[in-house]
């Protein structure tokens, strides 16, 4: 099954710098990779996620990329603002057939004012 | 538009008590369903899902059971609570389409087993 590792888990960034989380995945047949904000004492919500037809999406200040050679993809905040604060977990499909995810440990990212 | 509802927001049980925790799924039909715990700063651990009325997976051996008596139902259920049974739980909905769709989570009920 899918192994999804995330790193960091913590991050602390000076308000409008630049945030980067990166997940790496283990099943080379995965092709769907979402991203997830969760807010304290909040349900997690999905902020983008990325097919493996493309190697990038970007929505507004968020952008994910995708290396399917490297089996790693990452997500890139920038000029990040306060209202940034949360814990991001990046997931991926348990295997190529499955429909349920496999979860990262989760990012707590803190930007600092 | 689809919504999942879960209730209660909060519970406050004492340890051997029993639980039953209720999600519900509006705007879609034949969804796949999931239960998810979150302990306090960490991860999504899943715990149950299911594919249709009355299928039930479970993920890991635990005190816990869920059932599924209607379509756009799902129920989390303990007869007797511990301690380590606190947490964040979510519940969950996909399309029962592929392996390549979103999952879209509840508000999540707060439990704390004293």
């Known amino acids: 099954g899918e192994n999804v590792e995330q790193h960091p888990s913590t991050l602390s960034v000076q308000e409008g710098d630049s945030a980067v989380i990166k997940c790496t995945y283990s099943d080379s047949a995965s092709n769907y990779f979402p991203w997830y904000k969760q807010e304290l004492g909040k349900r997690p919500q999905l902020i983008i996620d990325?097919?493996?037809?493309?190697g990038e999406k970007k929505d507004q200040r968020i952008a994910v990329t995708l290396n399917k050679t490297a089996k790693h993809f990452s997500l890139h905040i920038t000029e990040t603002q306060p209202e940034d604060s949360a814990v991001y977990f990046c997931?991926?499909?348990?295997?190529?057939?499955?429909?349920?995810?496999?979860f990262g440990a989760g990012t707590t990212v803190t930007v600092r004012a | 538009s689809q919504t999942i509802h879960q209730w209660p927001a909060t519970l406050v049980q004492p340890v051997g008590s029993p639980l039953s925790l209720e999600c519900t799924v509006e705007g879609t039909s034949n969804p796949n369903l999931y239960w998810y715990r979150q302990a306090a700063g960490r991860g999504l651990q899943l715990l149950f899902y299911?594919?249709?009325?009355?299928?039930i997976s479970s993920e890991v051996p635990q005190n816990l059971s869920a059932s599924r008596p209607q379509d756009r139902q799902f129920i989390l259920s303990s007869k007797k609570l511990l301690l380590s049974d606190s947490g964040f739980y979510l519940c969950a909905w996909s399309v029962l389409l592929g392996p390549n769709n979103e999952q879209f989570f509840g508000p999540g009920t707060r439990l704390t087993v004293l």
């Open positions: 299911s594919v249709g009325i009355g299928q």
């Open positions: 997931a991926a499909p348990r295997s190529s057939n499955d429909y349920k995810l496999s």
């Open positions: 990325i097919r493996s037809n493309v």
